[in-house]
């Protein structure tokens, strides 16, 4: 993935917010949003990176790591050295393994980096937490609700 993934990233945001079905945003609303608009700029110079699913030369998921600081903090911060994961998988391709493929990538991806942990955010209610639970995430007490956080030295 690179700086030019903006399109992709929005969707994958405007389908995270809208997780439960309903339309919560729309596309236009992640553009306006400043907490949601960070989500899709990938920056390379800071660290940012991730890993797209394809099927038939069409994506099917996508998962991303931005480094957010506290000047511009994501929903799932934790601190400037722990960068956010957000992961998406579209409707039509969850419950296939795609998601697990896709956090196991990025988690190694991140071990390789040299980094010692991920954070996230997941409503409650979401499916996807146990999931991230399964990965190795734990809830962070003293970060906003929903945040959890995984430990990659192993």
């Known amino acids: 993935m690179g700086t030019d993934d903006v399109e992709l990233l929005a969707h994958a945001t405007l389908l995270n917010v809208n997780w439960t079905g309903g339309e919560r945003v729309t596309v236009s609303d992640v553009a306006a949003d400043p907490a949601l608009a960070h989500y899709t700029a990938l920056r390379p110079d800071r660290g940012d ?34 960068p956010e994961l957000s992961v998406c998988v579209w409707p039509g391709y969850r419950g296939r393994g795609v998601g697990t ?9 991140a071990r390789d980096r040299g980094l010692d942990r991920v954070s996230l955010s997941v409503e409650a209610g979401n499916p996807a937490r146990r999931l991230y639970a399964d990965m190795g995430f734990v809830d962070v007490d003293a970060a906003s609700p929903g945040t959890m956080v995984v430990s990659l030295s192993r």
């Open 101 to 109: 493929l896709l956090l196991g990538e990025a988690l190694q991806a």
């Open 49 to 82: 990176f991730g890993v797209v699913a394809e099927m038939s030369g069409r994506p099917v998921g996508v998962v991303w790591l931005l480094f957010l600081d506290a000047t511009d903090p994501g929903y799932g911060y934790v601190a400037d050295e722990i």
